[in-house]
């Protein structure tokens, strides 16, 4: 019984390009189905007869000086195969480079100071911001009996700002490399006095 099947799935299973295929079952006249379809054993059976012999050539007909039946043409490879397999291999190569050169440029700006560790920023930032929190929340209790006996406007507002600044200080100094200090202070690592003094 027949077996009626598409130009391109009888290129797939015998590992063909399709139009190989097609080129080869019209000259062949191999049945034709509805869409286009070829009978796959027709198709087989033809090749067998037409395209091996070719390729082999007859023994019997070089010694009686017949020449060889015309070679059909070299059959392609399935369409893209090559082609795709080189393009995954050059863009698993070009991620690798670009991820490589990344890792480079992120460990000589580590090396420059450029960056810093993720976990000491963190602690930083935790140990400044539990600081300031407990400087801010015990200010009134420090400053209301002598708030309260004031008058003079000028100086409650003199004794609120040195709490403030008493409080950031504190908070400066709970950094544990002054990094986060010296964001809050300006960017300047050493402080304003060091960069005044020409230490940095």
């Known amino acids: 019984m027949a077996e009626w099947v598409a130009v391109r799935e009888a290129a797939r299973r015998l590992g063909l390009d399709p139009s190989v ?3 080869q079952a019209a000259k062949w006249n191999v049945p034709r189905g509805e869409g ?3 009978d796959l054993e027709a198709y087989q059976a ?7 012999p070719a390729r082999q050539g007859s023994h019997a007909g070089r010694l009686m000086g017949d020449a060889p039946a015309a070679a059909e043409p070299a059959e392609a490879p399935a369409a893209g195969s090559q082609v795709a397999g080189g393009s995954l291999y050059m863009r698993a190569k070009s991620a690798r480079e670009v991820h490589q050169a990344r890792l480079t ?3 000589l700006k580590r090396e ?4 810093v560790d993720k976990a000491e920023v963190a602690s930083d930032g935790a140990e400044a911001g539990r600081v300031l929190k407990e400087h801010l929340l015990t200010l009134p209790a420090r400053v209301a009996a002598d708030l ?7 100086l409650i507002e003199d004794r609120l700002e040195r709490e403030i ?12 490399n002054g990094g986060l200090a010296s964001e809050l202070r300006g960017g300047d690592p050493a402080g304003p ?4 003094a020409g230490m940095v």
Do not use: C, H, K, Y
């Open 148 to 154: 309260a006996a004031e008058t003079d406007p000028r």
């Open 112 to 115: 420059l100071g450029e960056l």
């Open 21 to 23: 295929v097609s080129r």
């Open 36 to 38: 286009g379809s070829i």
């Open 105 to 107: 440029e992120l460990q």
């Open 193 to 196: 006095e060091a960069a005044a």
């Open 165 to 176: 600044e008493g409080a950031l200080e504190a908070m400066f100094r709970a950094t544990s």
């Open 46 to 52: 033809a090749r067998a007869q037409n395209v091996e």
